[in-house]
């Protein structure tokens, strides 16, 4: 069985349950998994220079968790890991370096996901159509300048499976506020946001977590804003931009999906390289 457990010496993370917090795996469970990183009917990136004012701090290294995941050959052929653990600043990227991200699962326990195809988008392969040039025109992205405001948009987004709960919103602000989470937004000619996406930086790594639009192409022009930032930052064939799941829609901008092995194979390298500067500046 595989589990998430305590470090030796360490207190339970997850309380409620006894002995060292065992993360069940749930191989032959199968769910309806939600889409992320997408809004219900997506449109939207344009991308715009990072204002050096609204940059975050350098990220700040969290304490250590106490808990050891299981490895993502744990899910099989499956996507899902295992449940339990926490969401402190050290388990979120101890858990992202090693392939896995976090989703509320039906049995109360956060869950724990390495799909078993992994959605990713090579930054030389978004799909700019004439719709998102014009559009990008006319919008234009911010970083890190309202990170708060964009999650919880994404958490209010009406649409079925939503896992972003208060617990995720607050868990990833305090990522924010060490400089590992990151969004981008998009304002219009008035400065009003419409749009936007928030994820997680580690070295060569974006993870993207979710995105929302209130006006056309809002969404995608914060995904080409960050398609650009990526590619400025050097080596764009060894950077990693993570969708978890190659939906139909993502497809349609250029993710491809990636087996399991290569994926991690491809973070391990991803991992060594240097934060964009935008994610790094004080």
Do not use: N
């Not at 998430?4 to 360490?10: E, F, K, L, P, T």
């Not at 250590?64 to 388990?91: E, H, K, M, N, S």
């Not at 326990?109 to 006319?138: F, I």
Request: glycine letters at 10%; proline letters at 10%.
């Amino acid at each position: 069985m595989a589990d998430v457990s305590a470090g030796h010496g360490h207190p339970p993370a997850y309380a409620a349950r006894p002995g060292p917090g065992r993360v069940a795996d749930e191989h032959r469970r199968r769910r309806q998994v939600p889409r992320r990183w997408r809004s219900p009917r997506d449109d939207g990136p344009v991308s715009s220079p990072a204002d050096p004012r609204t940059r975050t701090p350098r990220p700040v290294e969290p304490a250590a968790t106490p808990w050891r995941f299981p490895p993502p050959a744990a899910a099989g052929d499956g996507d899902f890991v295992g449940f339990g653990a926490d969401l402190a600043p050290g388990t979120l990227l101890s858990a992202y370096r090693c392939g896995l991200f976090p989703m509320p699962s039906d049995h109360g326990p956060m869950g724990w996901w390495s799909p078993a195809v992994r959605g990713v988008l090579p930054l030389t392969e978004l799909r700019v159509t004439r719709s998102l040039r014009q559009s990008a025109k006319k919008l234009h992205v911010t970083v890190d300048s309202d990170f708060s405001a964009v999650i919880e948009a994404c958490a209010r987004l009406p649409r079925p499976g939503g896992w972003i709960s208060d617990g995720i919103v607050t868990a990833y602000q305090r990522l924010h506020e060490l400089g590992w989470a990151h969004s981008f937004e998009t304002r219009d000619a008035d400065g009003t946001l419409v749009g936007g996406l928030y994820g997680i930086g580690i070295g060569g790594l974006f993870a993207g977590e979710s995105m929302f639009h209130l006006a056309r192409d809002a969404s995608k022009v914060a995904l080409l804003a960050l398609v650009r930032l990526l590619v400025a930052a050097g080596t764009p064939h060894r950077r990693l931009l993570d969708v978890q799941w190659p939906t139909r829609h993502l497809e349609s901008l250029g993710v491809v999906g990636v087996p399991r092995a290569e994926y991690l194979r491809r973070l391990a390298d991803a991992l060594t390289l240097p934060l964009p500067d935008a994610f790094t500046a004080r």
